[in-house]
């Protein structure tokens, strides 16, 4: 069975990676999907640079891909034949964000949306504030990946 990951992962996080892994191992196959228009620049990295971060993070994960899409979810998972999306909870603010979007997604095409709990070393980390605590010299080791920490500074040099 095939499942998907979307979100916007500007940039990818320790915690998004330890979700992709998780997803990888229950699934045949794991699609990280960036969603965002690549034409329009928005957010530090442009999808480009999250898809490059994300396959370097993921490389030694062979049941995982990379791909973006710029429109509704379940038009994606539709023409993929996809019937599963996996996405991490930190706490119940995520829980509320999350609710109406599966339950739209399931309204949309029937696709379920299966949770993950976040690693409880990662429930606190979230890509806006790595880049907030990067932007202004804090240090972000260990909170993203090795080559994102490195992306994330140069952005910022
Ligand atoms: O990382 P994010 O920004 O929290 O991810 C949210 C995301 C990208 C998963 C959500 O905005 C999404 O699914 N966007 C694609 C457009 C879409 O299908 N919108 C309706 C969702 S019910």
Not at 18 to 27: L, N, P
Not at 110 to 133: A, H, M, Q, R, W
Request: proline share 4%; net charge negative.
């Amino acid at each position: 069975m095939k499942a998907v990951c979307p979100g916007s992962f500007d940039p990818v996080t320790m915690g998004h990676l330890d979700i992709f892994t998780r997803a990888a191992s229950h699934f045949d196959e794991v699609v990280v999907l960036v969603t965002a228009n690549p034409n329009k620049h928005s957010g530090l990295f442009s999808v480009e640079e999250r898809m490059d971060l994300i396959r370097q993070v993921t490389a030694h994960v062979p049941n995982i891909s990379v791909d973006w899409w710029g429109g509704l979810l379940v038009d994606y998972t539709n023409e993929h034949g996809i019937s599963a999306l996996v996405k991490g909870l930190r706490t119940a603010l995520d829980y509320e964000y999350e609710l109406p979007m599966a339950q739209m997604n399931r309204r949309l095409s029937g696709i379920d949306t299966f949770f993950l709990l976040t690693d409880e070393k990662y429930g606190y980390i979230s890509s806006s504030l790595c880049k907030e605590v990067a932007r202004f010299g804090g240090d972000v080791s260990g909170l993203l990946p090795e080559p994102v920490v490195d992306a994330v500074k140069a952005k910022y040099a």
